[in-house]
């Protein structure tokens, strides 16, 4: 007996598979539910401690940090010279949305190494627990899972793969409650007045993202004494210039600081995760920029700061 009349004809090819597959994945719909934005002012230590804020430096390398050493930022913990998931934008916040933050797999520790204990863990991969994790979530996502947990959750990203009118790009950041593309990646004021109108006024958990697009070349921030457009680390360029490319990153970073200090000091009593998500060569090898497997591509910092009754819990539960 043949097919019903009304049951659709498989597609032949695989090429048609995939790409139905691939509309049916992007129109797939956002957060089931959609908590009301809570806008407020940023009040030190005003989020709920149960809230959790993830920040990212776009290709800030782990030895500008280690220079400029900026001081909220720095406030938050200890420094680790860590190894990033993937050498670029998109590759890294896939795995960090899945609980892999860049760590350093030689430390027998967790939170500075996730093969070994996760801040944050997302139940249904293929890798067991071990006991170590702070947070552990059902979802397809971190954000995800916040929201199952009833957090409101909101993000901002600056790099060019947080723009959401792309089709490749949507999966990453469809289940943010309350999400802005910045447009460029020199907005960090409109990235933080996003987020202080969505969440700052939240009395309940919020899980908070933001990706700061500064430290990312053209290494240019709203009234940088120097040209946005002389971009002095182009891929294959013969006109790069290493001191130059290591100055205003750190210029960079240190403006980041002051600006981003008011949320980071919201979140002080709760978890709170900064790092990069990839740096960029600087000519070593002969290599510019990022897109590459190479050392100072994946080298980043990473802090953390873990509130403690997360703690307190993941004590309880691993002598239950």
């Known amino acids: 007996m043949g097919p019903a009349a009304d049951t659709p004809a498989m597609p032949k090819s695989l090429g048609d598979r995939i ?33 959790m804020l993830l920040v990212t430096l776009d290709s800030c390398r782990y030895d500008s940090f280690e220079s400029v050493r900026p001081p909220a ?13 993937s050498h ?4 890294s916040h896939c795995a960090i ?6 760590g350093d797999g030689a430390r027998h520790e967790p939170y500075v190494n996730p093969k070994f204990g996760k801040i944050v863990r997302v139940l249904g991969g293929p890798a067991k627990s071990k006991g170590n994790d702070v947070i552990v979530l059902e979802g397809e996502t971190i954000v995800d899972g916040f929201n199952r947990e009833g957090f409101l959750t909101a993000g901002t990203g600056a790099a060019g793969w947080f723009d959401d009118r792309r089709e490749s790009v949507r999966h990453l950041v469809r289940h943010f409650q309350h999400y802005l593309y910045a447009g460029n990646c020199w907005s960090l004021a409109k990235q ?66 002051a600006q981003i200090a008011p949320l980071v000091g919201a979140f002080s009593r709760a978890t709170t995760i900064v790092c990069g998500d990839h740096g960029d060569a600087w000519g070593e090898d002969g290599f510019w920029e990022h897109g590459i497997m190479h050392p100072k591509v994946l080298e980043v910092p990473l802090l953390y700061r873990i509130a403690p009754h997360r703690l307190e819990g993941r004590a309880s539960r691993a002598t239950s």
């Open 73 to 85: 930022l720095s406030a938050i913990g200890p420094l680790a010279c860590a190894q990033a998931p």
């Open 19 to 51: 790409r139905i597959a691939a509309r049916a994945f992007a129109s797939h719909e956002g957060p089931a539910r959609r908590l009301p934005a809570a806008p407020g002012a940023w009040r030190d230590g005003s989020m709920h401690p149960d809230s």
């Open 192 to 257: 933080l007045d996003f987020l202080e109108q969505t969440i700052a006024g939240a009395t309940g958990p919020a899980f908070a993202f933001i990706n700061v697009g500064e430290t990312h070349v053209p290494y240019w921030y709203q009234g940088a004494p120097w040209e946005r457009d002389r971009n002095p680390c182009v891929p294959f360029s013969r006109n790069n210039n290493a001191a130059e490319s290591r100055r205003r990153q750190h210029a960079c970073l240190s403006w980041v600081d």
């Open 88 to 91: 670029f934008t998109f590759g």
């Open 97 to 102: 949305f899945a609980g892999f933050t860049p």
